[in-house]
């Protein structure tokens, strides 16, 4: 079991900025893919950034180079930095965790509590 905990999400005006953090209970190395999703008022709930073990990380295209996340192995945490924030970017923010366990190849998905985020303009 994994356990991602989420923190950091509050209140920003429009062009401001929040750093999201997600500590996840186990060793980030050992996670094949790590990402935030947002569900929005009146949405569906939906990608913001995705980074896999091995490869880049990429965002949703409503981002336009505002966002960027970063690893902490020594936390173990997996950090989202949002500027330029807009009110459309208000939403519960929510961590996501895929492993692949080996040898058998089950996936296995985890998801955290989420944290409000609020843009005012």
């Known amino acids: 079991q994994v356990r991602l905990v989420e923190s950091g999400g509050g209140v920003a005006q429009a062009g401001g900025w929040l750093k999201l953090s997600c500590q996840f209970s186990?060793?980030?190395?050992?996670?094949?893919?790590m990402a935030w999703y947002r569900q929005v008022p009146g949405n569906e709930r939906e990608l913001v950034a995705i980074w896999p073990k091995s490869g880049s990380s990429t965002y949703g295209e409503f981002v336009k180079g505002r966002f960027t996340m970063s690893k902490d192995y020594n936390d173990n945490t997996l950090n989202l930095h949002m500027m330029r924030l807009e009110p459309d970017d208000t939403g519960v923010y929510y961590c996501?965790?895929?492993?692949?366990?080996?040898?058998?190849?089950?996936?296995?998905?985890?998801w955290g509590q989420g944290t409000q985020v609020t843009v005012s303009s």
């Open positions: 996501n965790a895929k492993i692949r366990r080996r040898p058998t190849g089950q996936e296995e998905i985890y």
């Open positions: 186990v060793n980030i190395g050992n996670i094949d893919t």
